[in-house]
């Protein structure tokens, strides 16, 4: 069976940041917690401009709510990455919509993300308020680079 076949029905009980988050889902093995990375997206990291918002509003979104999740493959930390649809909302999407997140160019394949991004931008949502917001992706990169200095 195809990954892209298969939903998980489940029920969202925490969530890390703004484009990962834990479920409990019903498995042909019985109930499972599984951790979700949000597939094609990249929210702000913890002490990164907009992370905290950016987890908020996820939470806002689909923390206690029902969720089908779309596994998409696993990433190299053993999460599922997936789309994620909370109580009928694609949160992957509406993460992009409201400028808590960035279209992840690297891993995208939606590519009816980079008109949500677009308009998220032209409005001056969440992170777009900022003249040059930085990509988490590059906000990673620096950190790493001053540690090793």
Known sequence: MVLAEVVLLCLVIGIADGDTLTTRCETPTGMENIKVRLAEIDAPEKGQAFGGRSKQHLSDICFDKPAEIKPQTRDRYGRTVARVIC??????????????????????TDRALFAVQDGARTARRGLWVDAAPMPPWEWRKRKSTQREK
């Open 87 to 108: 109580d009928g909302v694609d949160a992957n999407a509406e993460q992009v919509r409201a400028g808590m997140a960035w279209v992840f160019d690297k891993y995208v």
